[in-house]
């Protein structure tokens, strides 16, 4: 790299005095891609990279959106953030200790406790809410694990109170309707509920608003943030939709993370990311969500070279949006970018365009 600026991290951009919650350092996340009984005799697996060198810091009461198109890595990122997904590479840190580390027993801090403060929203809460349950029981669990010494009457008071505090009234009602006599926004607020009765530090909310009609979305995601105040967590919010996310991250006063093939492309706050994007794929992110309410410059053909994304399990040399890049040249096919600070900006982009002295603006174009 040629330019002065050094390499940045996804967090270094939103850099605090405070210890981060969680600390992602080059973690990877590499699947075996499933293969059939005669395959797995004649060949060695394929090797999908869902994950590929991502640092990330996420911080007390902060928002970061993950967003991108299907298949770019995001829930798998999502999951490894909260030690559901055990990274293939680098390091996951709750607090300063590693989460998989503390799984395996190497740890001061225990597994059971990070556990606890490492929380999911599920993107279709019907299938995370036990059918054969109660709501009251279904809540009564995670009490029982943070107050053990609570007694009957005083856990469905709290349960009661929380229902209340999500919207849903009267609490006694619905605290005794099974899940399916509940609307998928009542289910959906049941989740966060039980999610916040955990006192987690973290919740991941992988595609929480998008089973919903959109006239609830917005609600809902007032409701989270509003809860946040009161909770003191963190989201880690996935969404495919770049106005949810803008949403998300702009009243949450968070960042908003594009993710590309398994790697971060860009990443800053709601109104950098939406007003001046640096990095070309969140440009086509913005041509493809039409109610952002941009100007009518955003109209006509998509703003690259191809549509079809490349096989995850054999990417791009180089940058890996080079294929489809309209402002790609050759240089852009041999090295791999790293996050470059905009400068006079907390925002960065995987892109070699940032740096006024690198060999990109010599190198010829890339022909179709």
């Known amino acids: 790299m040629s330019d002065a600026r050094q390499p940045a991290s996804g967090a270094s951009i939103d ?8 600390s992602l350092t080059d973690v990877e996340v590499h699947f075996e891609e499933e293969q059939g009984i005669i395959e797995s005799f004649r060949e060695d697996p394929q090797i999908v990279q869902a994950v590929n060198g991502v640092s990330l810091d996420i911080y007390e009461k902060d928002v970061v959106t993950l967003v991108g198109e299907s298949g770019c890595g995001k829930t798998t990122l999502g999951k490894t953030c909260i030690g559901l997904q055990e990274p293939t590479g680098g390091t996951v840190e709750y607090r300063g200790t590693d989460i998989w580390e503390a799984k395996r027993g190497n740890a001061d801090v225990p597994f059971s406790e990070i556990r606890k403060s490492l929380q999911i929203i599920h993107q279709d809460p019907g299938s995370s809410l036990n059918p054969n349950r109660r709501i009251v029981e279904i809540l009564a669990e995670p009490i029982k694990q943070t107050h053990p010494n609570l007694g009957s009457s005083q856990r469905r008071e709290r349960i009661y109170s929380l229902l209340e505090r999500v919207g849903m009234n009267p609490a006694a009602d619905f605290a005794d309707r099974y899940p399916h006599q509940l609307s998928g926004g009542e289910q959906q607020r049941v989740a966060l509920g039980r999610a916040l009765l955990m006192n987690p530090d973290v919740i991941l909310a992988d595609e929480a608003i998008s089973a919903l009609d959109v006239s609830l979305r ?46 971060i492309a860009e990443i800053g706050s709601a109104q950098r990311m939406i007003d001046d994007p640096h990095h070309p794929y969140t440009n086509v992110l913005r041509w493809a969500t039409p109610d952002l309410g941009l100007d009518a410059e955003q109209a006509g053909e998509p703003p690259m070279r191809k549509i079809d994304v490349p096989d995850p399990v054999n990417p791009p040399s180089g940058c890996r949006f080079h294929t489809r890049c309209p402002e790609a040249r050759e240089a852009c096919v041999s090295e791999e970018p790293d996050l470059y600070e905009v400068e006079g900006a907390e925002q960065a982009t995987a892109c070699f365009r940032e740096l006024e002295d690198h060999e990109y603006w010599s190198s010829p174009e890339l022909e179709d």
Do not use: C, K
């Open 15 to 22: 850099e605090r005095d405070e210890e981060p919650v969680l």
């Open 218 to 263: 917005v609600e809902m995601m007032d409701l989270m943030l509003e809860l946040q105040e009161e909770f003191d967590t963190s989201y880690v919010f996935i969404s495919h939709d770049l106005s949810n996310a803008r949403y998300f991250s702009e009243h949450g006063g968070g960042r908003i993370g594009v993710m590309y093939l398994g790697e």
